[in-house]
Each structure stands twice: as structure tokens, then as C-alpha cells.
């Protein structure tokens, strides 16, 4: 299970943690504020006005309005 560890907006970076393992990831995305987990995906709201969806694992994203 991954865990939100910080978001740095002024970094436009969300810190992530494995509860499991302790391997850290750290995504940037422009204008990242506020992040949550819901089933297993990284959902970042931005600055920007767009919602970013990442998968911890992979690191693979999508972003919609």
C-alpha cells in the first residue's frame, strides 16, 4: 500500500512512500496542491485546474478536467 507522505506545492511534487517495502517515488506535476489515494491510483489536484492520475507503480499518468 502506498503512502502519502508530503506535497510540496512549492516543489509541485507529491512524495510517496510503500508501507510495505519503505521504496520511495515522487511525482511532479505543474501546479500540484492536493493528493489523495483511491483504489490504489494517485489522484492530484492542481493549481492548474486539471486532475492528474497516476499509478504508483508504473508512474504512468493520465490528467483530465
Known amino acids: 500500500m502506498w ?3 508530503r506535497v510540496s506545492p ?5 512524495f510517496l512512500t510503500k508501507a510495505e ?7 511532479s ?4 496542491l492536493v493528493a489523495t ?11 492548474t485546474g486539471w486532475m492528474w492520475e497516476v499509478e504508483p507503480e508504473t508512474g ?5 478536467p
Do not use: W, Y
Not at 517495502?21 to 511525482?27: A, L, S
Open 21 to 27: 517495502t519503505g521504496t520511495q517515488r515522487q511525482f
Open 10 to 14: 512549492q516543489d509541485e511534487t507529491v
Open 60 to 64: 504512468a499518468r493520465r490528467r483530465f
Open 37 to 47: 489515494i483511491e483504489n490504489g491510483k494517485l489522484l492530484i489536484q492542481t493549481s
Open 29 to 32: 506535476v505543474p501546479g500540484a
Open 3 to 5: 503512502l502519502i507522505d
